[in-house]
């Protein structure tokens, strides 16, 4: 069932666990992610950035297709389905289109504006029922056009986004979209504890999921994260199996080359992947 996420996350900090949210690209993915949240009865936060959104032909597009699997799939864990890294104008496109939570990324506004505009969106979503995520700092690397450094965020201001009623926060903590660096530093627990201290019960996000070393995530975990967001480890596993089934020639063998066919080992890679986060986060069976 399509639900806001503000319960889902209310009940993963309070339990110290966390929801993953995991980014839809077509049809295979929302598929494959869905089952695999039922399989395992997980809560489930279904993402999607602009870029996807404008790839799949927009949010209404992508509010019908979701709508209508979680139906005829027979869905019954919560699912989210959440805007990624929203501006102002994309927030107002998925409220229309029937989303049911959003993120407003105003982290590189000043944060007088970041408040200013996040607080016009409390006002809308709380009208609505939907959930709302806010961002304070950066978060490194690119993701469709959104480029951070990477800038830890100041827990005052992080305190003053949350004291405006979202439901989530995402704040900086030195973590990144994409492939990890061999010279990365690692998260701030530092910074994450400041935060967590400041904004008492709000379950805090970690963006940039990939490649964070399982003791990390664990202790993210245990300072107040309570959203996970996982892409790029899901595009690598879909690519790696769909290379191997092209590479050896599976695509030539009879009706290989059917769509249906093609895409099913990395359909399959993406649901390896999302029971392996699944497990790290502690969401399985949250649902039941």
């Known amino acids: 069932m ?12 309070a339990g110290k666990y966390a929801v993953g949210q995991f980014n839809i690209n077509n049809l295979e993915w929302t598929k494959a992610i869905l089952l695999t949240a039922e399989e395992l009865k997980s809560p489930v936060i279904l993402g999607v950035s602009e870029g996807a959104g404008k790839y799949m032909t927009g949010y209404k597009t992508v509010s019908a297709m ?6 005829e799939l027979n869905i019954t864990v919560p699912v989210a389905l ?12 998925c409220i229309e289109a029937g989303f049911s939570s959003i993120m407003f990324d105003g982290s590189h506004y000043p ?5 200013a505009k996040t607080k016009e969106l409390v006002k809308i979503v709380e009208e609505k029922g939907m959930s709302l995520e806010a961002e304070v700092g950066s ?46 530093e690692g998260l701030s627990f530092e910074t994450l504890e400041a935060i967590s201290k400041l904004t008492g019960d709000m379950p805090l996000v970690l963006h940039g999921g990939t490649g964070i070393p399982e ?12 959203k996970i967001n996982v ?16 590479e050896a020639g599976k695509d030539l063998q009879g ?6 066919k093609l895409l099913a080992p990395g359909t399959e890679a993406i649901k390896a992947t999302v029971k392996e986060k699944m497990e790290l986060f502690g969401s399985i069976g949250k649902a039941e």
């Open 139 to 184: 978060i490194g690397g690119e993701e469709d056009g959104v480029v951070g450094k990477g800038e830890c965020a100041d827990p005052n201001e992080c305190k003053m986004i949350a004291d405006l009623g979202v439901t989530m926060l995402a704040a900086g903590i030195g973590n990144i979209h994409g492939k990890y660096p061999e010279n990365w």
């Open 255 to 260: 009706k290989g080359f059917d769509p249906r």
């Open 2 to 13: 399509l639900v806001s996420a503000k319960e889902m996350l209310q009940k993963a900090k």
């Open 231 to 246: 892409n790029t480890e899901c595009q690598l596993s879909f690519a790696a199996a769909t290379r191997e089934y092209v």
């Open 82 to 93: 959440h805007l990624d890294h929203g501006s102002y104008d994309g927030c107002m496109k």
């Open 111 to 115: 944060i007088d504006e970041n408040i």
């Open 66 to 71: 979701v709508k209508a699997m979680i139906e």
């Open 215 to 226: 003791d990390m995530i664990k202790k993210a975990i245990s300072l107040g994260v309570a």
